[in-house]
């Protein structure tokens, strides 16, 4: 699996803030939307623009 431009963007981003590895794995589960993740996290997804 190799990562996209904008997903080694959010890696990095993430990183660079010192974001910990188990919040790394909330934010994700939360913006996919999955139904293990926390649904009280305040992230807001961006939608797709046509």
């Known amino acids: 699996m190799i990562p996209t431009p904008n997903e080694d963007a959010f890696f ?9 590895p188990p919040l790394v794995s909330q934010i994700l589960l939360r913006l996919l939307d999955h139904p293990d993740a926390d649904r009280a996290l305040p992230v807001t997804p961006i939608g797709v623009t046509g």
Do not use: K, N, T, Y
Request: cysteine-free; charged content about 20%.
């Open 12 to 20: 990095d981003m993430l990183l660079g803030e010192g974001v910990s």
